[in-house]
């Protein structure tokens, strides 16, 4: 499968007449708890020659291309470093990936040493506790629920108390997350569920977990306590400005 998404990623390229800069899994796979059917969902940063950005007109800035199970989705250069001063959570995840399928210059590792200086817990807090909540009540619905719904209930749980208890950008790979749980029962009963996610499909319906959910639910409301506590911060322009001015005018390889 990694040759045939290199493949598809060089195609946008002359379809689009973009260079790659930067090209990783995100989703389950990159976060390590796939399933056998799990979509590969790959995401990238592009650019155009110089001259594309000269125009008084606004232009399409993203690229996507979806087909069977493979799911990609491309920003222009310039979207990207406007999402980073926004603090988005996206930017954060896809350069930490594991799973790189492109990288040229040295954009990423730029990207990578500016990141700490846009983020903030407030903004990312506030992302990963609205999809905890959201999928908190999933959960909580059904007699059983989706496996898949439960991983998902897990790591934006636990991104929203690193934040808490570690004021920084929390780790993309769930395993990192995990000794932020204290409760050793709760960490078995995780353990075992990894390993069946890693051996089920993705619709797989899993015997209501209820220790795990107010387990879950009372961190949540621990983090929602604390919200108040971080304020509103913005990072600074130029530097995106000069990396971007950088990248656009570096020859295309």
């Known amino acids: 499968m990694q040759e045939q998404i290199q493949q598809k990623l060089k195609e946008i390229e002359t379809q689009y007449g973009v260079q790659i800069l930067f090209a990783c899994e995100t989703g389950s796979r990159a976060w390590g708890f796939p399933s056998p059917d799990s979509d590969y969902d790959v995401r990238f940063i592009y650019r155009h020659p110089k001259d594309w950005y000269l125009s008084i007109d606004d232009t399409r800035d993203t690229i996507e291309y979806l087909s069977g199970d493979l799911d990609l989705v491309g920003w222009d250069i310039r979207k990207s470093l406007r999402l980073l001063r926004k603090s988005n959570a996206a930017v954060f995840e896809r350069m930490q990936s594991p799973i790189v399928y492109v990288q040229q210059t040295d954009f990423r590792n730029r990207l990578r040493e500016l990141a700490p200086s846009y983020f903030s817990c407030r903004a990312g807090l506030h992302h990963y506790m609205s999809m905890a909540h959201n999928y908190y009540k999933a959960c909580e619905a059904g007699d059983i629920v989706k496996l898949k719904s439960y991983f998902y209930l897990l790591r934006t749980t636990l991104a929203s108390l690193w934040i808490v208890e570690h004021k920084s950008i929390p780790p ?10 204290k409760d050793q029962k709760i960490s078995n009963t995780i353990d075992s569920m990894l ?27 621990f983090c929602e306590a604390k919200a108040n506590e971080f304020e509103a911060q913005k990072g600074e322009t130029e530097p995106l400005n000069q990396l971007f001015r950088k990248t656009i005018k570096q020859p295309w390889h």
């Open 195 to 221: 390993e069946l996610k890693a051996s089920v499909d993705e619709k797989y319906l899993h015997p209501k977990e209820v220790e795990l959910e107010a387990y879950l639910k009372s961190t949540l409301d």
């Open 172 to 181: 993309l790979q769930f395993r990192e997350l995990l000794p932020l749980m």
